[in-house]
């Protein structure tokens, strides 16, 4: 059985490759008991902080090797175990609440495999490992720890993707009794001498000096309420609001660590140095980085030196290890939950520049947002109205969203999406389409 002195091959590669000054690469285990301080020099711990050190290791050790050979939860009898980690973790950044410790590392070494793995619903569900999920993807990234490890081995994780929001978890006994204390008799806050309130202290003078002739006490004068500005009028929704621009595909691969996905390589028009982009070294172009579901959808070659239209202020996500910095529009038939195909392209019109702004006819006011809030779910909200016409061209259908129905009374039903230097985007065959 693995001891917390000879800890799992992983765990050891993981070691010595982050942290060389501490652990030799020509080591063969580590004692785990003493490597904090070697690992975080500059970090001071306490008595009880080094007390909880020594009571973690050995259970991280233990599930460590009831992982070793079975990763499903349920099978290796590690619901309970996990479920520990999972509330302790849910008050806490780190293992030890903000300090960092070998402890973080090797929870990470542990379970790291074991998320990868899991489902959405357990990691984000009704009755989901959350925290644990967070932990893996704070430690993986973090700075405070920086572990060498390369992007196409880290977690997958996204953070915008959350099933259920976990219960807020009470408090530690400890973090309780320290707020208790802070209060007096009565549940009422202490007083310090000298820190209140002017008023309170002219009044108090004012009660050992005898008080007020006649012994009337003094009116307080009523403060009148402070009259707000009215809030500026939201401007109404539209799907100007989203960044639709021109791309030019310069060259697609296949991702090397998801059969699904292709990864591309667009010319948006960004002006060099732009956030979420880099230099073509081939082309000397400013560009962008794109995963797309499409392999086994589209052939790769018809993936080459085409225009597209683009999405371009959608939060970026890491998928399988590649960041993607926007989202390629393509058309596939409506109520194809399976997305087994057929998908086609958008394509902007004959002559169009990479870059050139893309705008539904009648909703072009405004500019778009930098990038879209995920959490006020604006693509989302817009989506439904993508769509193809009989002709096969792009539009949207105002009446698919009923957020935008105030302002739809004065807008086309179908505005079509045109580039800014003139002409429609249409697609090749799919006519009453889902366009996203």
């Not at 080094?50 to 233990?62: C, Q, V, Y």
């Not at 947002?369 to 439904?384: A, G, I, V, Y």
């Not at 999406?417 to 366009?435: D, F, H, I, P, Y």
Request: charged share 25%.
């Amino acid at each position: 059985m693995a001891t917390a002195s000879a800890p799992t091959s992983s765990l050891l590669s993981l070691l010595y490759r982050s942290y060389p000054k501490a652990v030799p690469s020509q080591a063969t285990e580590v004692d785990l008991h003493t490597l904090t301080p070697l690992i975080f020099p500059t970090v001071l711990f306490t008595d009880a902080e080094r007390g909880e050190i020594e009571s973690w290791l050995p259970t991280i050790s233990k599930l460590t090797e009831s992982l070793k050979d079975n990763a499903d939860v349920e099978a290796a009898g590690l619901g309970e175990q996990l479920k520990t980690l999972n509330t302790h973790l849910a008050t806490r950044t780190t293992m030890l609440g903000a300090k960092p410790s070998v402890l973080d590392v090797a929870v990470y070494a542990t379970v790291a495999p074991v998320v990868e793995k899991w489902t959405p619903e357990q990691r984000t569900g009704e009755n989901g490992y959350h925290h644990i999920v967070r932990h893996v993807d704070f430690v993986q990234n973090a700075d405070l720890f920086a572990l060498e490890i390369p992007a196409e081995e880290k977690v997958a994780v996204d953070l915008d993707s959350v099933l259920a929001v976990p219960k807020p978890v009470a408090p530690p006994k400890e973090e309780k009794k320290a707020k208790k204390e802070k209060k007096g008799p009565a549940g009422e806050a202490t007083v310090v001498v000298g820190k209140g309130k002017p008023a309170e202290g002219k009044e108090a003078a004012a009660a050992a000096a005898g008080g007020e002739a006649g012994g009337k006490k003094k009116e307080k004068k009523e403060k009148q309420p402070r009259q707000k500005p009215a809030p500026a009028p939201a401007a109404p929704l539209s799907p100007s609001i989203i960044d639709l621009r021109v791309g030019h595909i310069l060259r697609a691969v296949n991702h090397p660590n998801a059969d699904s996905l292709y990864v591309s390589t667009i010319a948006c028009g960004d002006a060099p140095g732009s956030e979420n982009t880099q230099l073509d070294e081939e082309t000397g172009l400013t560009v962008r980085t794109v995963c797309s579901g499409l392999n086994g959808l589209i052939p790769l070659a018809e993936m080459q030196g085409r225009k597209v239209v683009t999405v371009c202020n959608l939060k970026p996500v890491t998928m399988r290890g590649i960041k993607s910095v926007a989202m390629v529009l393509a058309a596939s038939p409506r109520n194809d939950d399976s997305h087994a195909g057929p998908v086609e392209l958008v394509s902007p019109p004959e002559g169009a520049e990479a870059g050139e702004r893309v705008f539904f006819e009648g909703w072009n006011e405004g500019e778009p947002e930098k990038q879209l809030n995920p959490k006020k779910k604006l693509w989302e909200t817009f989506q439904p109205g993508f769509t193809t016409s009989d002709g096969l061209e792009v539009v949207f259908e105002s009446a698919a969203v009923p957020q935008v129905s105030e302002t739809a009374a004065t807008k086309p039903a179908l505005g079509k999406l045109m580039v800014k230097s003139g002409g429609v985007c249409t697609v090749k065959s799919l006519a009453g389409a889902t366009v996203r």
